[in-house]
């Protein structure tokens, strides 16, 4: 079974921080994503990466960057957190292959800025 | 632009009873279509999906949904509700570049027993 860790179920840091989410999968994966989840607004995509050191900004990536020095890895870092980006942070991986192929999911870091 | 539109924010159902939660979408090509649930504290995972071929097509924990391409619908359906059924429900559809997904905005389920 494919798995995808992400390091912090809870996290709790104050504005202007700068924050780190981790995310690794364990099937060597090409694609990484990065979404956060709001009541009523679904799952928006921040940022995804298709290989190692390459990124691409999703919808919502204003505040956020990302990096990807390794394939199983997959960082979304906040600048200078505010509170407004108090959400869950889902990260998933998914694989090359013919048509499209689904994506994984980590259980999610709920984050909050105080 | 592709969308996606689940109507119903939140469905009670009783267990035993039947289940249809509603999913359309917005896609000027053939879609890529899928259904997610998440269970609580979880994160998300795959029940179906629809690339091509029958239109009505089955996933794990018995679940089904039916491709109208009239209708731009993609709904999902159970015959029979369990208690552990209750969670939240994504319906998305895939772009082809890159393999990205767009999401629904969630259908909540509860299950009185």
């Known amino acids: 079974d494919v798995k995808v860790t992400q390091s912090s179920r809870y996290l709790v840091k104050r504005t202007g921080e700068k924050v780190f989410l981790e995310c690794v999968q364990d099937m060597d994966h090409e694609n990484m994503f990065w979404y956060r989840q709001d009541p009523g607004l679904g799952l928006r995509l921040i940022y995804f990466s298709y290989d190692v050191k390459m990124k691409e900004k999703g919808d919502i990536p204003e505040g956020y960057s990302v990096s990807r020095e390794k394939k199983e890895r997959f960082s979304l870092i906040l600048e200078s957190a505010s509170t407004n980006q108090t959400s869950m942070y889902l990260c998933?991986?998914?694989?090359?292959?013919?048509?499209?192929?689904?994506?994984?999911f980590g259980d999610g870091t709920r984050l909050s800025i105080l | 632009a592709q969308s996606v539109t689940q109507p119903d924010i939140h469905i009670t159902v009783s267990e035993g009873a039947s289940l249809e939660l509603r999913c359309n979408y917005s896609?000027?090509?053939?879609?890529?279509l899928f259904w997610y649930v998440q269970s609580p504290g979880q994160g998300l995972q795959l029940l179906l999906k629809y690339f091509s071929g029958d239109t009505l097509v089955q996933g794990i924990k018995g679940f089904e949904a039916e491709f109208k391409r009239s209708q731009s619908s993609f709904n999902l359906r159970k015959p029979s509700v369990h208690w552990s059924d209750a969670a939240e429900y994504f319906c998305?559809?895939?772009?082809?570049?890159?393999?990205?997904?767009?999401f629904g905005p969630g259908t909540s389920l509860s299950v009185i027993p």
């Open positions: 998305a559809v895939g772009k082809t570049s890159y393999d990205k997904v767009i």
């Open positions: 998933a991986s998914s694989t090359l292959g013919q048509g499209y192929q689904p994506q994984h």
């Open positions: 896609y000027g090509a053939t879609p890529y």
